[in-house]
Each structure stands twice: as C-alpha cells, then as structure tokens.
C-alpha cells in the first residue's frame, strides 16, 4: 500500500511512501531479537556513551531535523529546533543519571542478602503520534536504550521522514543494528507485531481510540503496556493572579504547537471576580498571533497538521456553539490547506463538546465560576487526568489547590510541561503508567527480588 504525506502549509504532497511488507517486517523483528542479548549486556557505560553520541549527532542534524518536521507536520521552526534541542539533552539525561536508577537496591530482611534488581525485557513496540514527532520517540527511547531494552518505532503515517531520520541518527552514533528501527506499516500491521513473540510490551502515545485497540491486544496478549493519551487540562485562574503572568502563561500554553499538545492548557477556569479582565487580556493576546508559513520567523502560529484534522475540530467548535458557548475570537477555518485562527469560546458548560471532549488545535474554552471551591470541582469534573495548573499570588494557596487536582502533573503559576527529571503520565482516561524521571526508566524493566537465606 502506498501512503502520501501532504505539507500542512501548502496542501502539497510531500513525500510518497510504500509500506513494508510481512517479510521486511519479518526480518525487522528477527534483527531486533538477535540484536537484544548483546546490547542489553553491554556495559551501562558503553550504553551512556552512545546516547550521549546520539545527543550529539541530534544537535549536529537539527536545522535537517527542523525542516522535515515542519514539512511534514507544520511545527514552527522555533519550535522544532527547540524540540530537537530538548531531544539531545534527554540522551545525556539518561547516559549521566541510569547507573543511580538502575543499581541494585538492597533492602532489609531476615535474609543474609536481598536487593532489588531491574533487568530489560526485551524488544518494546512503540506507537507513536505526530505532534512531537521527536520527542515523543525519544521521551521513551532515551530511557528504554538506558535500560538494554531494544525498540521498534511505528510512527504516525504522516511523519514517515522524521521516523526515519531518527533511526539515522541513531545509526551513525554507532548504536548497533537492530537495537533501533523503524516499521512503515498500518494499524493493522501493528496489532500483528504487537502478537508476535518477539515484541515484549507496547507504549503508545496518542488518542483514546487508538488507546483502546491497543491496550486491548495488549491485554490479550498479557503484555504490558504504557499509554500516554489525551487530556483536557484545566488552566485555573484565582482572583489573586498575576494578571500579566497569568495571560502570558494561558496564550503560550494553549496556542503553543498550535494548541496541538497532550498537556496544553484547554480549559480554562476562572474565577468570577477576576474572569472579565482575564477574558478581555487573554483575547486581546491571543489575537496579536499570527497565522502563516512555519518557517518564517514571523509567523507566531503555525497551520494546524492535517487538514482533516481541522476539519474535525472545526466541527466541535460549531456543535459547542450551537449549544450555547459564545465565541470571542477566531472560531472560524482559515483560507489556508489546514490553517485554524487562535480562537476563545466563552460560556462553556457540561455537555459542549468543549467541555466534555479534547480540542486538539487553537481553541480556548473559558468556564467561569463562583470561588475556589467550585474551580476545583470544575477542574476535576472531567474524564481526562493528564496535567493541570493554577494561577495565583499566593504559592501555598496554589500548592494547596494543585493537590487536589486529579492529574499526572499539577503546576503552581507555570504551565504545565514535560520536563525530563520529573515523571510523565495520566491518570483517569488520559493513561496509566509514566515516562520520564527514574519512574521512566522502570516501566520497561523487570524489578527482580533476590533472596539469600
Ligand atoms: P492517534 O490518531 O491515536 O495516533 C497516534 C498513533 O497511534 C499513530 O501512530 C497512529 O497511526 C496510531 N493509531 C491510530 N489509531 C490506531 C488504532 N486504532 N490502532 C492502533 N494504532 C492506532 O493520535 P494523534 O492524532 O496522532 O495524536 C493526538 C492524540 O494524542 C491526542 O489525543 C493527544 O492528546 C494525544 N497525545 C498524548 C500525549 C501524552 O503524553 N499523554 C502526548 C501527545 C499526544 P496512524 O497515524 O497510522 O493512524
């Protein structure tokens, strides 16, 4: 089958791919088990020094890396070098902190000798999305190679050039053959790989839909699984924010990546007494961003990935408004292939899909309520656990509310972000287990009790 990439700038086709047939796959999965045993014996520190080598050989690539990213999904260029960037430094994360995550842990029983061992488990099938189509691979990869566990990468079918950009880099850092590749195949094929012998666990990131399927064959095939899915995150304002703070905070972290980001800020929960100067602030910001080609440094919103993408949110803006939200700003498709305007809904309420679903694209959905109290039990009044933020003068008032948020990932008077020394993950529908941190390197790892009488 051949699959066609179309850039989201211009609405031409891009790059023409045919995908792997069983027997290329086949030989994939027989490269990357006879590849297992030696890398995963390997000295931790030979291991370090080819993540660091790929860092370097990520920083040496970056404006390539840049342009194929942007061509096939429209990232803003500053924002694809940026992403790069964070790549190389999660390489030299892992190489510089594995040997503390992964030594022995000895622990106290009535034993002569008992600790806690880790030990890789094999191949780990990763599903990956478009909208960091690098740094999602490395999120998980960085820590996976750490660990002596090999991957196979199905990436999204509309970034098939950064897939395989990725597995250059990692070959001319001299990581064997085998430890790393890349599979161009459908979903179907997937599940196929994902029942075969050789692959150990899966992690997907990506949409509920896809969590489903995925989790499902997993499940039955009683293989474990990471999901890293969707998110709905509350953006809370209390009336004692910094207003400039606040407004800046809300446009970045919406209208960031086009507000095609997991952990963006999409709800947005304002108190009463301050919602009026907020709204008017923040739709004054996010009008000044500008629609345009992604590679001119001007341009501060880029196109949207997909057209049909769009489309999709398009369609949930109309349905919220015919419900009742009010729109402030944009709300309306661009002339452009897959351009969207930053855009505000106001008066959003339980049962718009702007309440209830994930917009994944430059919407805001304002929701004002009365105090505190009512902003947490909105917040919490989702079926997505992913990240969440609170915006006040008062840090301990702050730190006292982010407890009570139901999420991965609760931040005080900043956005929420990935960063790589804290752990990444969801809760409720937006997944279960964690990338990142030490917890990150653990999940693709068998924790091994040794005993000695
Ligand atoms: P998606 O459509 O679910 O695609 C993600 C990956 O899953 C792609 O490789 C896709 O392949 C594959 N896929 C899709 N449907 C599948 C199915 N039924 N069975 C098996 N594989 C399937 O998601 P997306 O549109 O690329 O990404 C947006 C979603 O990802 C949003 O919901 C976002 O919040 C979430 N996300 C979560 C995180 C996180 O860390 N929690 C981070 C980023 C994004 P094809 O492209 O070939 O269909």
Redesign the pocket.
């Given at each position: 089958m051949t699959v066609e990439t179309v850039n989201p700038a211009t609405g031409e086709v891009e790059y023409t791919l045919e995908l792997m047939d069983a027997a290329a796959v086949e030989s994939i999965l027989a490269a990357s088990a006879s590849a297992f045993p030696a890398w995963a014996a390997r000295p931790l520190e030979e291991r370090g020094d080819l993540l660091r080598k790929t860092g370097a050989q990520l920083r040496m690539r970056r404006d390539d890396i840049q342009k194929t990213m942007t061509a096939e999904m429209g990232k803003l260029r500053k924002e694809a070098l940026a992403e790069v960037g964070k790549c190389a430094d999660a390489c030299d994360y892992y190489a510089d902190n594995a040997a503390r995550y992964l030594q022995d842990q000895p622990i106290a029983t009535d034993g002569s000798n008992s600790y806690v061992r880790f030990e890789p488990i094999g191949c780990v099938l990763a599903?990956?999305?478009?909208?960091?189509p690098i740094w999602?691979v490395f999120r998980f990869l960085a820590p996976a190679l750490m660990a002596g566990n090999v991957a196979v990468l199905?990436?999204?079918?509309?970034v098939p050039r950064c897939a395989d950009l990725i597995a250059e880099v990692l070959r001319d850092a001299g990581v064997p053959a085998g430890v790393f590749a890349v599979v161009h195949i459908?979903?179907d094929q997937?599940?196929e790989v994902l029942r075969d012998k050789r692959i150990a666990a899966v992690t997907?990131?990506?949409?509920?839909?896809?969590?489903r399927?995925?989790a499902a064959n997993a499940g039955d095939q009683l293989k474990k699984c990471v999901m890293?899915?969707?998110?709905s995150d509350a953006f809370v304002v209390l009336e004692d924010a910094d207003i400039e703070k606040t407004v800046a905070g809300a446009v970045a972290s919406r209208f960031g990546n086009v507000g095609?980001?997991?952990?963006a800020a999409k709800r947005f929960i304002v108190v009463d007494a301050i919602a009026d100067v907020f709204v008017q602030r923040f739709t004054e910001a996010a009008s000044k961003l500008r629609l345009g080609d992604p590679n001119d440094e001007a341009t501060t919103l880029a196109p949207m990935a997909r057209q049909d993408?769009r489309d999709e949110l398009h369609k949930q803006v109309q349905a919220s408004i015919a419900k009742g939200a009010k729109p402030l700003l944009g709300c309306e498709p661009d002339a452009s292939h897959a351009g969207y305007p930053a855009s505000i809904l106001d008066q959003v309420a339980p049962g718009m899909a702007a309440y209830d679903e994930?917009l994944?694209g430059p919407v805001a959905s304002i929701l004002r309520v009365r105090d505190e109290a009512e902003a947490i039990r909105v917040a919490n009044d989702t079926s997505f656990g992913?990240g969440g933020s609170v915006w006040t003068g008062d840090s301990e008032r702050g730190n006292r509310v982010a407890r009570q948020l139901q999420c991965g990932a609760a931040f005080v008077n900043s956005v929420v972000k990935s960063d790589v020394r804290l752990p990444?993950?969801?809760s409720k529908r937006?997944?279960f287990g964690r990338?990142l941190a030490e917890h990150g390197i653990h999940e693709f790892m068998n924790i091994k009790s040794v005993y000695v009488a």
């Open positions: 599903v990956m999305p478009w909208n960091f999602q199905k990436h999204a079918s509309n459908d979903n997937a599940a997907l990131t990506g949409s509920e839909r896809a969590g399927s995925i890293e899915l969707g998110g095609q980001t997991c952990i993408l994930e994944f992913l990444f993950g969801g937006s997944g990338e």
